[in-house]
């Protein structure tokens, strides 16, 4: 069974610039999340989906960021302006139940 | 305001040299305490799942146990393979999971 995966697995982008980046969860699975680790900070909820929903986007940082779960299957997380503020590995994990929940390997994103 | 610490930062163990990893959390309304393992360039990967205090949970030579204020993460004889960033992460009454910081754990041959 394929894991959670996204795309890109790094990203370097200079400030102003726009950024999109892609998961895709386990199949079969109706909650997804996204979730950031800024350098030397612990991991930090973004926001949830159940299936196409937002189901709690209190997590996200600014009107820069917006998530999308179009059909309920993959899901769009893009960055437009990026700030110098906004590097640090994006996770995206999924899960049946919304209790035991699996990660995709991040996407590290780099803004000059 | 609901936190999550795990100490220590970083930990170097010898190989067969067993310890804990401790997480202490203050939220409002505790539905799961979960552990995770994270190594290098990956995500974080499922351990243990503890929802009440009293509870333990033991895979391979890892055992996770809970109290109303904090779980430990105990491991016995490790090896180097255990080397990795292990992950405390609790999910409040919301349904919000709030992560630890994580602590390093590095075993040496």
């Known amino acids: 069974e394929a894991g959670v995966t996204q795309f890109p697995s790094h990203s370097v982008i200079e400030k102003g610039q726009t950024v999109t980046l892609r998961c895709d969860p386990i199949?079969?699975?109706?909650?997804l999340y996204w979730y950031r680790r800024v350098m030397g900070k612990e991991i930090k909820f973004l926001l949830h989906?159940?299936?196409?929903?937002?189901?709690?986007e209190s997590g996200m940082p600014n009107n820069r960021f917006l998530a999308e779960r179009t059909g309920g299957t993959y899901s769009t997380l893009k960055v437009q302006p990026a700030e110098l503020e906004d590097s640090g590995v994006y996770f995206c994990?999924?899960?049946?139940?919304?209790?035991?929940?699996?990660f995709g390997s991040g996407t590290q994103l780099s803004v000059l | 305001e609901d936190q999550v610490t795990q100490s220590p930062e970083a930990l170097r163990l010898q190989e067969g040299e067993s310890s804990s990893l401790n997480c202490s959390y203050t939220?409002?309304?505790?539905?799961?305490l979960f552990w995770y393992r994270q190594d290098p360039g990956k995500g974080p990967e499922f351990l243990f799942t503890?929802?009440?205090a009293g509870e333990e949970k033991e895979k391979e030579r890892l055992k996770a146990t809970l109290t109303k204020k904090e779980s430990f993460l105990h491991i016995t004889a490790p090896k180097p393979e255990d080397s990795a960033t292990y992950l405390c992460?609790?999910?409040?009454?919301?349904?919000?999971?709030?992560f630890g910081a994580g602590t390093r754990l590095t075993v040496k041959p």
């Open positions: 503890l929802y009440s």
């Open positions: 939220v409002s309304g505790l539905r799961g």
């Open positions: 992460a609790v999910v409040t009454h919301n349904n919000d999971m709030r």
């Open positions: 994990a999924s899960s049946q139940s919304g209790r035991k929940l699996f």
């Open positions: 989906f159940v299936k196409e929903s937002k189901q709690d």
């Open positions: 199949s079969g699975h109706d909650n």
